[in-house]
């Protein structure tokens, strides 16, 4: 598992923690507000999860593509002229 893969397991986890420190602070009579939480706990943490995997295939470099049947190119160029300063005119 690649360091981004875990990055984006435990900001998945963080969340689910945040969410289950407010699950706990709520009552117990308060029994749908609790329920709310705990459902955008699972969904919250599902999306950052999905989103973040999908954002990781997106930033993978990508290959060079390679030359088709081992061609090798070649770039010349004429060598450079170089003027000789004794013949220039004054």
Same mark, same amino acid.
């Given at each position: !598992?690649?360091? +981004?893969?875990?990055?984006?397991? +435990?900001?998945?986890i963080?969340? @689910?923690?945040?969410? @289950? =420190? *407010?699950?706990?602070?709520?009552? =117990? #009579?308060?029994?749908w /507000? =609790? =329920? *709310?939480?705990a459902?955008g706990?699972g969904?919250?943490?599902g999306?950052?999860?999905?989103?973040?995997? !999908? @954002?990781?295939? @997106?930033? %993978?470099e990508?290959?060079?593509? #390679?030359?088709? +049947? +081992?061609?090798e190119?070649?770039?010349?160029?004429?060598?450079? /002229?170089?003027?000789?300063p %004794?013949k220039?005119k004054?």
């Open positions: !598992m690649s360091s +981004g893969h875990l990055l984006v397991l +435990g900001g998945s963080m969340w @689910m923690l945040l969410c @289950m =420190r *407010f699950w706990y602070a709520i009552d =117990r #009579e308060h029994t /507000q =609790r =329920r *709310f939480i459902i706990a969904v919250g943490g999306l950052i999860y999905l989103i973040g995997t !999908m @954002m990781l295939e @997106m930033l %993978k990508i290959a060079p593509p #390679e030359s088709p +049947g +081992g061609v190119i070649r770039v010349s160029a004429p060598p450079p /002229q170089v003027e000789d %004794k220039t004054p």
